[in-house]
């Protein structure tokens, strides 16, 4: 076989110096606080099987799509869904994706404009982040959440003819805080710019059915686009850009990342379909609120509350600084029965490493203060 580039070993080699290679693991058997499933519908046999049913009433039982949306893979589902999803997120138009990562790509690659300008958060998620790379606007970051330099930047960028794009995430995925979204969309207003928002961890966990942060403000329509993902809260695969028809129409025509795949398989959409259906309904909901509410009061009872990131989501973030020491911990914990996962610097800034804890309804409430507790012991050695 072909040995591997020397410039390519020399990337790997300098990843296990750092002790921050990364590597596939399983988490068999261990108390889950590391997936985004926070309401456990992943697991839901009763969305399999409606979807299933669904599938046998309409006469759709099919492994694949076939092809790619334009060509003979946008089944009659499609239509429906994005339907669904209009109704339920209060959108005019809607545009699935294959994944979170499709979406951010072809969103962010393809609308913003040669001599338009993006200003980002600087904790954006890495996929905003490829999008932003592959096109050919001027790009700058603002510090998380620091709306103050932000309108120092929107300050700078007024041009005419030129288009102002402002992105941000409602939940940070790293964080799991939220910046000053009513703050934001009056900026915007003020300085004539485009607000992008990706949802992705708060669909699904805030609102009355789960619609989001942006719906539980009553600003969703104060946005440009917003992306939501169907991979976390909803337990199942897929994602889409919420905006006008124009903007639809739009990235149908000139997105390449929808363009040039094959459609999620009919299964795909009849999931999404029904794990939206079961948000109507969702006990889940409360009690994945009782368990934040009990980690945050064990934090404050630990005194650990001063080592974590304030947040008031499912996501909590404990700093342990330095790639060795967090995964040590991390380790510690996992043989202990938790699965919680460290995040390593360069996917946070060195220094920031930090214990992503993610909280769901199916956690007990003897596994949050086990879990807290165990944590307690191993950072106050």
């Known amino acids: 076989m072909t040995m591997l580039p020397k410039k390519l070993q020399d990337k790997l080699n300098k990843r296990k110096e ?13 108390i889950d606080f590391s997936s985004n499933d926070y309401l456990g519908l992943s697991k839901s046999e009763v969305i399999f099987n409606q979807a299933h049913q669904y599938l046998k009433t309409i006469d759709m039982v099919q492994n694949g799509a076939t092809g790619s949306r334009l060509i003979s893979g946008n089944h009659k589902l499609y239509d429906e869904v994005e339907t669904m999803l209009c109704k339920f997120h209060k959108s ?18 393809t609308v913003p404009q040669r001599g338009d300008f993006i200003l980002y958060d600087e904790y954006i998620h890495a996929s905003i982040r490829d999008g932003i790379r592959m096109n050919n606007a001027e790009s700058y970051k603002f510090k998380h959440n620091d709306l ?8 700078k960028v007024q041009q005419e003819d030129k288009d102002i794009y402002v992105i941000t995430e ?53 946005v440009f686009a917003r992306i939501v993902t169907f991979g976390k809260a909803l337990g199942c695969h897929g994602a889409a850009v919420l905006g006008s028809n124009e903007l639809k129409q739009f990235l149908v025509n000139f997105s390449r990342p929808f363009i040039y795949t094959t459609g999620l398989s009919p299964h795909a959409l009849a999931t999404i379909k029904y794990a939206y259906k079961s948000l109507e309904d969702s006990k889940e909901r409360e009690v994945l609120k009782d368990n934040i509410t009990l980690f945050k009061a064990e934090l404050e009872r630990l005194e650990l509350s ?65 879990v807290t507790e165990r944590l307690s012991e191993l950072i106050k050695k």
């Open 306 to 370: 001063d080592r974590f990131i304030e947040s008031e989501s499912a996501i909590h973030c404990c700093v342990v600084s330095g790639n060795d020491n967090v995964k040590s911990v991390a380790r510690d914990l996992q043989e202990s029965g938790f699965d919680v996962r460290p995040i390593l610097s360069p996917t946070v800034p060195k220094g920031k490493e930090r214990l992503r804890f993610c909280l769901h309804s199916y956690n007990s409430k003897q596994d949050v203060i086990s």
């Open 92 to 109: 005019e138009a809607a545009l699935i994706f294959n994944s979170g990562y499709d979406a951010n790509i072809g969103f962010f690659s």
């Open 18 to 30: 750092d002790n921050a290679l990364r590597q596939l693991s399983h988490s068999d058997g261990l």
């Open 148 to 155: 103050n330099t932000l309108e120092e930047l929107l300050k």
């Open 170 to 222: 409602s939940v940070f995925s790293m964080d799991g805080d939220s910046p000053d979204l009513l703050r934001l969309v009056a900026l915007c207003k003020d300085y004539n710019a485009r607000l992008v928002v990706d949802e992705a961890h708060a669909v699904g966990l805030l609102n009355d059915n789960g619609e989001g942060l942006l719906q539980d403000l009553g600003i969703e329509t104060s």
